[in-house]
């Protein structure tokens, strides 16, 4: 461990403040997991990011951190709204890139002899693949609906029930949102894939819960073992991956404007209460209604799918939403007493029991915290802890977190093989393109396992249920 | 002396670019966006033009405006920049017209944008360099 890295306990590390770093960093991992954390440069961009200003307490990295731009992914860094800044590169491109787990009342047993058909439904009907547009073209008045109301449009518009929005955070829509500060070309990227999954990491899984660790909390998320479920993860698409790069351009400006001196430039930002500040939130908040929107619209696809798949009754099929969770975001919060806000890239709100802002059917459990792993392995459900709220601003992992580059994957995994791997697994498998498959190799990521029991370990969450795949559709 | 080389990295690519000169520089950078896309090879009958103009306070913000532009016409307008001719180039202009054919065949993996991290454009050997990241 170098000089950089101080061991506090058996799962956190801190990297304590030098130079020019305003707080510290905190990294929850377990000690086999630091070498790698190092040797990535994940310190190093731990440290730029305690540059930013009015960040408060310290910048942390959750067990699946890797390497990002500006911030690390399973990066966290909270500032005080009247000091601090705002940093489109402390939350990414993929604005509101999130997961969706959507429950069904049917055993995966049942429904074994039939997956093939489900996935072939499935495919047919949720557009995937590299910058897909799908089936809706989003004109421009509706556009402006879309990015100001979120999940709450799609379900006006007839895409899903209004219990989804229940289940929703904030009923399915993120406050704030302004669409005129989206430009005229991330309006135009993101015309016509709403309802679309992309490609890369993004996916969806039909999956069977394996365990249900806490049986109590398990009922209340309406999950019980041997069920079938289906797992979404996917974001804002080509909308918001303008509004970062158009609202990066903006800050570049901005930062010699407000005298604020960094040393990434991909952390360029601008005070809270600033016109370039208060332009990206709204733009920010914007696309995260587009993204919520788009996972609505797919929860929708994914009903048509089942019900003409497995030729069975909305009532017969149970299908509800269990939560959605934005892993790459900032929002307004208050901690302690403080009104802060939490930049989370690559990492989960994990609110507690008691919460306000845990829908009202969740509260006297806490919200469910969705953890997808990579293609393959197992998913989790956790639930956030009150200590999380006191160290890491009710912040848990976001998944797997990568740790082998593309191009080593694709040296290692061959495509062929892997498809064969996944089907000799029992899993039914629906891509594109096998050499994007082999990108997402299992083997290109950490264990979801390992990264959910540090968190566990560490006090964060707890583990609610754990879910393996059936069937993936991979873009 | 191929211009440009992609670089491994864990979550996204970096692209290595080089050029004796800036319109050469630049012409290389969008050849190695379309080596990310997997679509060095791609013809047909042109299908999309653009005239580009940009001007920017640093070479390091032109080579991303500069990448980010050719995205969204891959990515918006649906065809892929082949054909380029840069009309004038300097540390803190470009000028190019940019042709191709409809994107119709597979992309090998989508780039969301270019990134700022750790990017800067210096000099070696003689020839304009920088390494930037592209998110996929």
């Known amino acids: ?475 | 002396m191929e211009g440009f080389s992609l670089v491994p990295h864990t979550a996204d690519i970096g692209l290595a670019i080089s050029g004796a000169t800036w319109e050469e520089f630049f012409l290389n950078a969008a050849r190695g966006l379309l080596e990310v896309y997997g679509a060095s090879s791609a013809t047909g009958d042109s299908a999309g033009r653009a005239a580009v103009v940009l001007e920017a306070p640093t070479p390091e913000d032109l080579l991303v405006d500069w990448i980010n532009e050719l995205i969204f016409v891959v990515s918006s307008e649906r065809w892929l920049p082949t054909d380029i001719r840069v009309k004038e180039a300097g540390p803190s202009v470009l000028r190019a017209q940019a042709e191709g054919p409809r994107l119709d065949a597979r992309l090998a993996r989508e780039v969301k944008a270019a990134t700022y991290h750790g990017l800067r454009v210096g000099k070696k050997s003689g020839l304009w360099t920088a390494t930037v990241i592209l998110d996929i």
């Not at chain 1, 403040?17 to 510290?24: F, N």
């Not at chain 1, 989370?344 to 709100?349: E, L, Q």
């Not at chain 1, 006191?390 to 093989?417: D, I, P």
């Open chain 1, 1 to 475: 461990m170098s000089h950089r890295v101080r061991k506090i306990d058996a799962w956190r590390f801190e990297i304590p403040k030098t130079g020019g770093m305003l707080v510290p960093g905190l990294v929850y991992a377990s000690e086999r997991m630091i070498p790698k954390i190092e040797q990535e440069r994940v310190a190093e961009q731990i440290e730029n990011s305690a540059h930013l200003p009015g960040v408060v307490d310290a910048v942390l990295a959750m067990p699946d951190c890797h390497w990002g731009y500006g911030m690390p992914i399973g990066g966290v860094a909270a500032m005080d709204v009247d000091q601090g800044v705002i940093s489109p590169g402390a939350v990414g491109y993929d604005i509101s890139c999130g997961v969706r787990l959507v429950r069904s009342d049917l055993k995966a047993e049942a429904v074994k002899a039939r997956v093939e058909k489900l996935m072939d439904a499935l495919d047919a009907r949720v557009a995937s693949g590299v910058g897909k547009g799908g089936p809706l073209r989003v004109g421009k008045d509706e556009m402006g609906r879309v990015l100001s109301r979120g999940a709450r449009w799609a379900v006006e518009k007839g895409f899903g029930d209004r219990e989804d929005l229940e289940a929703a955070e904030e009923e399915g829509r993120v406050p704030g949102a302004d669409p005129d500060a989206v430009s005229r070309r991330a309006q135009e990227r993101g015309s016509d894939q709403v309802g679309t999954l992309g490609s890369g990491n993004h996916f969806l899984e039909l999956q069977e819960v394996e365990e249900v660790f806490d049986p109590g909390i398990g009922a209340v998320f309406g999950l019980f073992p041997g069920q079938l479920v289906v797992l979404l993860h996917t974001g804002s698409r080509g909308l918001g991956y303008q509004v970062c790069s158009d609202s990066l351009s903006v800050m570049q400006g901005a930062v010699g404007r407000y005298g604020i001196r960094l040393p990434d430039r991909q952390l360029a930002c601008a005070p809270l209460g600033s016109p370039e500040g208060r332009a990206y939130f709204g733009a920010m908040a914007a696309a995260a209604n587009y993204a919520l929107a788009n996972r609505q619209v797919i929860t929708h696809f994914i009903r048509e799918s089942f019900m003409r798949g497995l030729d069975i009754s909305p009532r017969d099929l149970g299908m509800r939403l269990v939560y959605d969770v934005s892993h790459n975001l900032a929002r307004m919060e208050t901690h302690g007493g403080r009104r802060l806000c939490v930049h989370r890239k690559g990492a989960t709100r994990a609110f507690p029991a008691g919460h306000p802002d845990v829908p009202a059917m969740y509260r006297g459990v806490g919200q469910p915290v969705l953890v997808p792993g990579s293609m393959g392995t197992f998913s989790y459900v956790l639930v956030g802890t009150g200590l999380a709220m006191t160290e890491t601003f009710g912040s848990v992992c976001h998944g797997a977190g990568r740790t082998m580059s593309r191009s080593q994957a694709l040296k290692q995994t061959s495509g062929h093989q892997l498809l064969k791997d996944l089907n000799a697994k029992g899993i039914a498998v629906r891509t594109e393109g096998l050499r994007g498959l082999a990108e997402e190799a299992p083997a290109a990521y950490k264990d979801v396992s390992e990264v959910v029991d540090v968190c566990e370990r560490a006090g964060l969450a707890r583990k609610v249920a754990r879910m393996k795949p059936l069937g993936v559709l991979k873009g």
